[in-house]
Every structure is written in structure tokens, then in C-alpha cells.
């Protein structure tokens, strides 16, 4: 029974309000209930909205030490600012994912990228750009699969308030969808 | 017993660092607390506030610092297993009223969650630049109990310790964390409350007439009564004598500052914890703490896997500084990387205990070399690893 070695980084960036926080505790509870390790990171400004954040996620199947993403393996940024300061240091085909309605230039080589304006299309079809976080999660969880689908979902319902559970759920199904586009392809 | 293997894993949960001193807390025993909000620490304050009250316990929030440390050194002078928790600019008020615990011998746990300064500086940025005035903060001699965990799991662990040593010798002990620890989570398995050992302060049994509040035993630890039980004592910040009324008597002065020393001095092995990683054959070793220790482990294996025997030396207990077990452990060691988020605190310790030669023989010094950073970032592995690179 030798498992191979598996460890992803993942930073999820952009500015403070967009939900980057709550997307990396719910991808990193999704982790543990998949019986991965997982350390889960923050860096915001002193701002309530605003201002640079982001969280990391690192998810592996053997102990590991240093918690914050320094090579990611997927890279999901919400603002041009994350975007540029960020995509340095995707590893050599990285995946990065940006939501093009703030994402409008992309500066990469060798990186498998994704641009989808996930806050329009959140407001578009849920009336609401609030969700365009989990949205991205759930976009980015079928792409990668980095954590189960099963287990996404639970770690949604387990984090977040129960009156916005449905619209969450639906967020995520939008995102799943989006990336089917992308998954028929291959 | 797959049934019981279920059960276990269902205890694996994602916990904050934060959080995790909060359940150390309610664990330990703690039934007060009194605090003021300041990132990164409030979530300790906010989890408190939540779940101390369902079990009979208390939790103020106070006007300011310097009001917290006090309310916490009141209630544990009327019985409470006491706590508060802050960030530099509140420890900062704190230390007049550290002082005072430490010379009334008074149990009471100070948690400082780490961030940048000085003065308000970097309220969501990490630092370790607190190391010093931990120790040195507050004005007078009086030696320090501090402690400072590495991870989630050990946050939980070592607020309980600090609670414990505490209530053991009579003083207040801090238990530092970080930013990053602060509000990182791990996925946390936290041990069976029946194998946790708590430890309580240890009651009088002479009469009331016959207590004194602070009794001489050789070993420096005392029995000590609560108001409200019957005893009657006087607690004062001047020096005191054994009722705890003042004194300017050379001899009971002596005595005094002698006990506050000696009972941390005589019991440094229960105090002191130390971590050595992969030291058994290292050359080089790196001495870390804290959030920057997690770097220094990653970086460990990655030289290790490029032939560098390099290990790394990891004080849990930062005051009382561990010189003898440092000293045993970095004897055979050439050079000794200390990296730091700070200007400078804990290498000047580490070159008092190492500094000088190291091979006798051949007269060659030891190297002992800065690895700093204080721009609200993190130590890197490869940081830790290429200054290594360029140092023979």
C-alpha cells in the first residue's frame, strides 16, 4: 500500500469582501473530510473592505510544515492587483483561474489559464454577486479536483449561515457547470 | 473496532489557532477572563465570550489593557483560574500589572498574539518581535515563564501547560503565539480530556490564624489560600514580607527576591521544553520558534535532501532561556542559522549561550548568523536554505 505522494498549494487572492477567507476554510474543510492534511492561511489589511487578501490552501497526503503557498499549483485571483502580483509564482503549468470581469490582462507562459467572469455571471443568474466566490470554488474544485465534490458541498453547508446555504449550493453548481465546458473538452 | 476507528477520525476538525487557545482554556479550567479586543488576538476574547458563561464562568470585556490585567490578577486572587489575551500594543500596558502578579505571586496567563510594531504597526501582519520584552517588559527582576507553540495542536497544548504552571508557581506566565499561528488552521485531532493533566493551586491546610500568604519551603512552592475562604492576608506591590504586609528589612527583602527567582531557577526541568529535529548527525543547525520554526523544519529536509547534514533546535519554553539543554545540543555544531522575524532578539541569547569556539583544537569560532525579516512577511524555506548556500 504505497500511496503516491501528493501536495497541492493553492492561493485564492484578490481584495478584501469578495469571500476569499470563507472559500479557503470551506476548500480546506472539504480537505479534512476527504482525510487529507491540510493548512489553511490568510493574509488581509487592517481595512474591513478592501485592500489586498488572500487565502492559502495546502492540501497533502503526507505531513508538511511551512503553511503558506510559496509555488502554487493553482492560483485563483479576483482582481487585476492579485493577478499581477500573484501569477509570478504559479509553478510551470500551474493552473491559474481569473474572474475576467476584474481580470483584463494576463501576463503567462506556460500555465493552463482560466478566464471567466465569475462575478457577472453571479449576478446575472442569482441576482446577486455575492456567491461569485463559492462559484469560483466550485469551478475550480472540477477542474482540479484538489478535494471531492461530495465533500465541497458538505463543507459548504457546514460553514456558511443556513439562509444562504440554497443560494451557495447553486453558486457551486454554476461553477461545476462552467468548468464542464472546459473538462469535455480534454 | 472499525466502530472505534470511526469515532476517532469524527474528532478531526479545522481548527484556528485562536480557537485552539480558547479550548485550551475552557480545558485548563479557566473561569475567568477579562479582556479588550485587538487583532490578532480578539477570537480568543470572542470564543470566550460564547462558551465561558454556559459553564458558570465569566468573561468582562474591559475598558483597556491595563484594566484587563488587573481584573484577571483580582479574580485570581479570590480562586479563579484567570486568563487574558492581547497583541504588542496591549502587552505593552499590560507590563505594570505583570509586575504586580509577579511579585504578589499571583496565578495568571497572559496570551500575546504576535504582530508587527512598534506601537500599532502591522495589526494583521505576523512579527516575533515580542520575545524581548516578554522577558524584560516590565521594570525589577523577576524571571519569566513563556512559552511558544509551533502549530494548532500545540497552541491547545501549551495554553493548558501555561495555565498549569501558573497555578503551580504562583506567577503569570505568557504564552506567546503569532499572526499566522493566530489565525492559521490545521486539521486538529485534540487529545481525550481524561489523559489532560490539570494542574490546580495547592490550598492551606494550617488554620487561618497560622497562614502566611507567602510561606518558605525549600522547594518554592506554596500553598496559597483565596479571599473569601477564610484566610486573611494583604497583597501589596512593595516588597513584603511573609504576610504580605510591607517591609523594608534587608533580610525580607532578600528573602522575597530570592523566592521569585528561585522558584523558576529550581524547577527548570519541569519548565523548560525543547524540540530537537533531525540534530543527531547535523553540522549545522538552525534555531527557531514559533511560525519561523515550521520554515526551518521545511528547510531542514530540503538541505537534507541536497547531503547538508542540517537540523534544527526548537525552544517551546523561550524564557526561562534553555542554556544548558541549547548547550548540549549545539556542542558538536559548526554554525548555527537563527532566523527571525524581528532586528535581532533571540540570536543575541543564542550568542551568549554559543558565541566563541567551537573545535577546540583547531581554534575555529563558531558561526552564528541573522536570518531576519520584519516587513510583515514570512520566512521562507528557500530564504533559510540559500543563506545556508552562501555560508561554508
Avoid at chain 1, 66 to 84: G, H, N, R, S
Avoid at chain 1, 99 to 109: A, C, R, W
Avoid at chain 1, 117 to 132: D, H
Avoid at chain 2, 19 to 42: C, H, K, M, Q
Amino acid at each position: 500500500m504505497t500511496e503516491r505522494k501528493f501536495k497541492k498549494e493553492i492561493r485564492l487572492s484578490g481584495s478584501g469582501g469578495q469571500g476569499l477567507i470563507t472559500a479557503g476554510i470551506i476548500l480546506a474543510k472539504a480537505a479534512i473530510l476527504d482525510k487529507a492534511i491540510v493548512t489553511q492561511t490568510q493574509s488581509y489589511g487592517p481595512e474591513s473592505r478592501g485592500g489586498a487578501s488572500r487565502a492559502d490552501v495546502i492540501i497533502s497526503n503526507s505531513e508538511f510544515y511551512f503553511p503558506e503557498a510559496t509555488k502554487f499549483d493553482v492560483l485563483l485571483t479576483l482582481t487585476q492587483e492579485a493577478c499581477d502580483k500573484y501569477s509570478v509564482n504559479l509553478k510551470d503549468n500551474g493552473i491559474l483561474i481569473a474572474d475576467s470581469t476584474f481580470v483584463k490582462n494576463i501576463v503567462l507562459m506556460d500555465s493552463e489559464i482560466y478566464e471567466l467572469p465569475f462575478t457577472e455571471i453571479a449576478q446575472k443568474k442569482l441576482g446577486t454577486i455575492l456567491p461569485a466566490n463559492i462559484m469560483s470554488l466550485g469551478f475550480l474544485v472540477r477542474i482540479t479536483g484538489v478535494v471531492s465534490e461530495t465533500s465541497l458541498k458538505k463543507a459548504i453547508k457546514s460553514s456558511i449561515k443556513p439562509q444562504y446555504i440554497d443560494l451557495n449550493l447553486k453558486a457551486v453548481k454554476i461553477g461545476f457547470k462552467l468548468a464542464d465546458n472546459y473538462v469535455k473538452e480534454d | 473496532m472499525a466502530r472505534v476507528k470511526k469515532d476517532i477520525e469524527k474528532q478531526v476538525v479545522l481548527m484556528q489557532g485562536n480557537e485552539a487557545i480558547a479550548r485550551g482554556a475552557l480545558d485548563a479550567g479557566v473561569n475567568f477572563f477579562a479582556g479588550y479586543p485587538i487583532t490578532p488576538s480578539t477570537e480568543v476574547a470572542e470564543i470566550l465570550s460564547v462558551e465561558l458563561p454556559k459553564r458558570g464562568g465569566k468573561l468582562i470585556q474591559m475598558e483597556d489593557e491595563i484594566a484587563s490585567i488587573s481584573a484577571i490578577i483580582g479574580a485570581s486572587l479570590a480562586g479563579a483560574k484567570a486568563m487574558t489575551a492581547t497583541s504588542g500594543p496591549g502587552f505593552s500596558l499590560m507590563l505594570e500589572g505583570i509586575g504586580f502578579a509577579k511579585i504578589t505571586e499571583t496565578p495568571c496567563v497572559v496570551i500575546d498574539v504576535m504582530r508587527g510594531g512598534p506601537s500599532t504597526g502591522l495589526p494583521t501582519k505576523p512579527s516575533q518581535s515580542d520575545i524581548m520584552q516578554t522577558r524584560w517588559g516590565n521594570h525589577g527582576d523577576a524571571p519569566a515563564i513563556v512559552l511558544y507553540p509551533d502549530s494548532v495542536l500545540e497552541t491547545y497544548e501549551l495554553t493548558i501547560r501555561a495555565v498549569n504552571l501558573s497555578e503551580k508557581y504562583r506567577t503569570c506566565v505568557v504564552l506567546l503565539t503569532d499572526e499566522i499561528l493566530g489565525h492559521m488552521r490545521e486539521a486538529v485531532s485534540l487529545p481525550d480530556l481524561k489523559n489532560i493533566k490539570i494542574v490546580n493551586r495547592i490550598k492551606p491546610t494550617v488554620p487561618p490564624e497560622w497562614y502566611r500568604h507567602y510561606d518558605e519551603n525549600p522547594k518554592y512552592i506554596q500553598p496559597v489560600a483565596s479571599y473569601g475562604e477564610g484566610y486573611r492576608f494583604h497583597v501589596t506591590g512593595l516588597a513584603h514580607d511573609d504576610y504580605g504586609f510591607p517591609t523594608n528589612k534587608a533580610d525580607e527583602i532578600t528573602l522575597m527576591m530570592d523566592r521569585l527567582k528561585k522558584k523558576i531557577t529550581h524547577h527548570l526541568k519541569d519548565i523548560i521544553q525543547i524540540e530537537s529535529f533531525k540534530m543527531e548527525d547535523a553540522r549545522t543547525a538552525i534555531f527557531a520558534t514559533g511560525i519561523t520554526a515550521r520554515a526551518a523544519k521545511s528547510a531542514v529536509l530540503m538541505a537534507r535532501k541536497s547531503g547538508k547534514r542540517v537540523g534544527l533546535i526548537r525552544p517551546l519554553t523561550i524564557w526561562p532561556f534553555p542554556d544548558d539543554a541549547i548547550r548540549k545540543y549545539l556542542r558538536n555544531v559548526k554554525n548555527i542559522f537563527v532566523p527571525e522575524l524581528n532586528q535581532g532578539q533571540l540570536i543575541k541569547e543564542v550568542k551568549r549561550v554559543m558565541g566563541g569556539v567551537w573545535n577546540y583544537e583547531s581554534r575555529k569560532s563558531r558561526q552564528i548568523i541573522p536570518i531576519q525579516k520584519y516587513n510583515g512577511e514570512l520566512i521562507t524555506p528557500t530564504e533559510i536554505v540559500n543563506a545556508m548556500k552562501e555560508v561554508r
